[in-house]
């Protein structure tokens, strides 16, 4: 999965039933994590066993010292969940929004304790190859599924080419754009509907999930718009180590986090995404103050 990009799988995702159950037992919240020894190993709940970065991960922690198990799971609720219930030591298979959307709805205060990537969304055309050429009062088409509508707008916004009511936020709708200050007019499809939807006359421009720009004719494969992966457009979307709040400080975690951004890890992560993906490296604090605010904007939403 450009994991949190891929997110056509993501959402199918949601609703399919675990393939591996939680097992063993890792340190509860209120205990101190062990440095990760074969007897006492740092479990880490992923989604994406298959990926060949993992296995390499776990050499460089094992020339470290550390001793990492992984758990895969094939729904992505329970990462989350186990790691709450303390079946975990860590998780990393999402983005903070997804994050916030967890703590919000069940009450927990799970942390970001690491950046792992960001997966851009971008923005496609098969009429145009500069978005300067998409004329006034054209149409664009955005996913319309709730993990990638409002970061579609939010990239269009990035780009120019509409002003969403009050800056946006990560659960922006198109009703939020503000027509009188924007230069296109948006349209929400079926994520998988958007390619296609650049075949209408009146469509000049389309966002388009990684999954589905094998779909466009090859000359219009490179987007004519991408959002710089330090764009704040893009923080919400920024993937994660996360643990339990009681373990933020874990000096073993700190280590794996650092482990998982040498070149040996962080190649293989970008070539797993195709080339999408762009290696983030904010700190805790800084993943924290942008889970704080989705969470503020979240509950707000009522």
Not at 6 to 28: D, Q
Not at 80 to 87: E, F, I, M, T
Not at 212 to 226: D, F, G, I
Request: glycine share 6%; hydrophobic share 40%; charged share 20%.
């Amino acid at each position: 999965m450009s994991r949190f990009t891929r997110t056509a799988r993501s959402l199918a995702a949601l609703a399919a039933v675990a393939s591996v159950g939680l097992t063993g037992c890792a340190s509860s919240s209120d205990a101190a994590v062990s440095a990760g020894t074969k007897e006492d190993p740092i479990v880490i709940g992923i989604v994406s066993s298959g990926e060949s970065y993992w296995k390499t991960f776990q050499d460089k922690a094992a020339e470290a010292g550390i001793t990492v198990e992984l758990k895969n799971f094939s729904d992505y609720q329970l990462p989350n969940q186990g790691l709450a219930d303390g079946d975990l030591d860590l998780n990393e298979f999402q983005h903070l929004q997804f994050l916030a959307d967890f703590n919000v709805k069940t009450g927990n205060d799970l942390v970001p304790v690491g950046a792992t990537a960001v997966y851009p969304l971008d923005l496609y055309s098969t009429k145009v190859t500069d978005i300067a050429d998409i004329p006034e009062g054209a149409e664009v088409a955005v996913p319309n599924d709730a993990s990638n509508q409002a970061r579609a707008l939010l990239v269009l916004q990035d780009a120019g080419l509409v002003t969403l009511k009050d800056g946006g936020t990560s659960f922006s709708t198109p009703a939020d754009v503000v027509a009188d200050k924007s230069k296109v007019t948006v349209t929400a499809l079926k994520a998988d509907q958007t390619p296609a939807a650049l075949g209408d006359p009146k469509v000049y421009a389309a966002i388009v999930n990684n999954d589905y720009v094998p779909n466009l004719p090859a000359e219009s494969q490179k987007p004519v718009y991408t959002t710089d992966a330090d764009s704040t457009a893009n923080d919400p979307y920024i993937n994660i180590f996360v643990s339990r709040k009681a373990d933020a400080g874990n000096a073993t975690f700190k280590k794996l986090v650092e482990l998982y951004h040498q070149s040996a890890i962080t190649d293989g992560v970008i070539e797993a995404s195709g080339g999408t993906g762009v290696i983030k490296d904010n700190t805790p604090a800084e993943l924290q103050d942008i889970l704080a605010t989705i969470e503020k904007n979240q509950k707000a939403q009522g």
